[in-house]
């Protein structure tokens, strides 16, 4: 019990931390009620000036859903599991249900839901993107009846949308109909990347867990290349306590991509790459990231090595010229993109174009660096020869 709360008490501190970089604002709405207030958080640092843009994530059930949200963003940011986002939380009306019940009896949403839709849409997107740094990535996150509104979003005939966070889902009878009425599969032929999470719990009622995981089963068969479904099962006896994991496993998921490689990725989509194919997925996984999250991360090092080895045994080394050359271009700062250009002129036998390149990786080095004296020592190694 007390491992539990662990992280619930971490997310109250952090909240405490971001508390001061929140700003409530007021729509003027022309389709809910006259006026309705949001709240947004912006990233530490975050400066209109500058060229750098954030993800934007649109929380629905803000009265609880919108703090956790942001502790968990701040979080993972830190970590370096995911980009720093803007996050709008946005009030619900103060009957819930005008906003997002749906009608129980048909598929079709109510008027109510339509407007609210619209407000979303029209409004609150539109104002943000307006009037703050935002990058073309775009979440939106709901529990319960406002799980089955976001999924109405997937409609859309020109897709906005990349990430659908359907917490503890209270999805119409007809969702499995409406789903395949949206036509899924033409996301495919996008030039993005879209992920729609759902959970399933023992928390719930029988009939309740029979409806999501016949859902789930039918979204996992349609392997849609780009269209990502994250099926999950929490095993919890509390409602509540399955929001508090929901929300982290969404956004492990979500961001995954952002994330340094890891072990899981580098096994199933990595190690069996060619060098060349190798350089092409570390090169589109960075560029990918800037263009979705507005992130120049250049590239991590620790990505470099996870390659390093494929690039270096397979097909007698010959990739190095590419390898280092590609490093070069999305890192320029680093030394290592002259480093590989090096060991490549020095395989070949030409010592003194070898000899340029570690020369001018040292160059870069800070000499507190622990690996400035080792690549020092290739300069001493070849200018003897």
């Not at 839901?113 to 407000?119: A, L, V």
């Not at 020109?158 to 409406?178: A, E, L, R």
């Given at each position: 019990?007390?491992?539990?709360?662990?992280?619930?008490?971490?997310?109250?501190?952090?909240?405490?931390?971001?508390?001061?970089?929140?700003?409530?604002?007021?729509?003027?709405?022309?389709?809910?009620?006259?006026?309705r207030?949001?709240?947004?958080?912006?990233?530490?640092?975050?400066?209109?000036?500058?060229?750098?843009?954030?993800?934007?994530?649109?929380?629905?059930?803000?009265?609880?859903?919108?703090?956790?949200?942001?502790?968990?963003?701040?979080?993972?940011?830190?970590?370096?599991?995911?980009?720093?986002q803007?996050?709008?939380?946005?009030?619900?009306?103060k009957?819930?249900?005008?906003?997002?019940?749906?009608?129980?009896?048909?598929?079709?949403?109510?008027?109510?839901?339509?407007?609210?839709?619209?407000?979303?849409k029209?409004?609150?997107?539109?104002?943000?993107?307006?009037?703050?740094?935002?990058?073309?990535?775009?979440?939106?996150?709901?529990?319960?009846?406002?799980?089955?509104l976001?999924?109405?979003?997937?409609?859309?005939?020109?897709?906005?949308?990349?990430?659908?966070?359907?917490?503890?889902?209270?999805?119409?009878?007809?969702?499995?109909?409406?789903l395949?009425?949206?036509?899924?599969?033409?996301?495919?032929?996008?030039?993005?990347?879209?992920?729609?999470?759902?959970?399933?719990?023992?928390?719930?009622?029988?009939?309740?867990?029979?409806?999501?995981?016949?859902?789930?089963?039918?979204?996992?068969?349609?392997?849609?290349?780009?269209?990502?479904?994250?099926?999950?099962?929490?095993?919890?006896?509390?409602?509540?306590?399955?929001?508090?994991?929901?929300?982290?496993r969404?956004l492990?998921?979500?961001?995954?991509?952002?994330?340094?490689?890891?072990?899981?990725?580098?096994?199933?989509?990595?190690?069996?790459?060619?060098?060349?194919?190798?350089?092409?997925?570390?090169?589109?996984?960075?560029?990918?990231?800037?263009?979705?999250?507005?992130?120049?991360?250049?590239?991590?090092?620790?990505?470099?090595?996870?390659i390093?080895?494929?690039?270096?045994?397979?097909?007698?080394?010959?990739?190095?010229?590419?390898?280092?050359?590609?490093?070069?271009?999305l890192?320029?700062?680093?030394?290592?993109?002259?480093?590989?250009?090096?060991?490549?002129?020095?395989?070949?036998?030409?010592?003194?174009?070898?000899?340029?390149?570690?020369?001018?990786?040292?160059?870069?080095?800070?000499?507190?660096?622990?690996?400035?004296?080792?690549?020092?020592?290739?300069?001493?190694?070849?200018?003897?020869?």
């Open positions: 019990m007390i491992k539990k709360s662990l992280p619930l008490i971490f997310l109250l501190f952090s909240i405490c931390t971001f508390s001061q970089k929140i700003i409530k604002k007021t729509i003027v709405s022309d389709f809910v009620d006259s006026k207030t949001i709240r947004i958080y912006l990233p530490e640092g975050y400066d209109k000036t500058k060229e750098k843009n954030y993800p934007l994530a649109i929380v629905l059930d803000a009265e609880y859903l919108f703090d956790t949200y942001v502790g968990n963003s701040v979080l993972f940011a830190a970590k370096d599991k995911a980009p720093e803007i996050v709008v939380g946005i009030e619900m009306a009957t819930r249900k005008i906003d997002t019940y749906f009608n129980l009896n048909n598929e079709n949403l109510t008027t109510n839901n339509k407007k609210f839709y619209q407000f979303i029209n409004e609150v997107i539109f104002d943000i993107e307006t009037n703050y740094k935002t990058s073309p990535f775009i979440s939106i996150i709901g529990e319960g009846t406002s799980a089955n976001i999924a109405q979003f997937l409609r859309e005939e020109k897709p906005f949308i990349n990430s659908y966070i359907c917490i503890n889902p209270t999805f119409s009878d007809f969702i499995g109909n409406q395949q009425s949206f036509n899924l599969e033409r996301y495919q032929k996008e030039d993005n990347t879209f992920y729609f999470y759902t959970n399933n719990s023992n928390s719930f009622t029988e009939a309740k867990q029979l409806k999501i995981k016949e859902l789930q089963n039918a979204l996992s068969g349609l392997g849609i290349n780009n269209f990502n479904i994250i099926n999950d099962h929490i095993a919890t006896a509390s409602p509540i306590s399955a929001i508090a994991e929901a929300i982290p969404a492990t998921k979500t961001f995954e991509i952002y994330s340094a490689i890891s072990k899981e990725e580098f096994d199933t989509k990595v190690k069996d790459l060619s060098p060349i194919d190798a350089i092409a997925y570390l090169e589109n996984k960075y560029l990918e990231i800037e263009f979705l999250f507005g992130s120049n991360l250049g590239i991590r090092e620790r990505d470099i090595y996870a390093e080895k494929i690039i270096i045994e397979k097909e007698n080394g010959d990739q190095l010229l590419n390898f280092g050359k590609m490093i070069l271009k890192f320029p700062t680093s030394p290592l993109g002259d480093y590989y250009l090096g060991r490549y002129y020095e395989k070949g036998k030409d010592i003194r174009r070898a000899l340029k390149y570690y020369k001018i990786g040292y160059g870069k080095m800070d000499p507190s660096n622990p690996n400035a004296d080792a690549f020092y020592e290739n300069i001493l190694r070849l200018g003897g020869q």
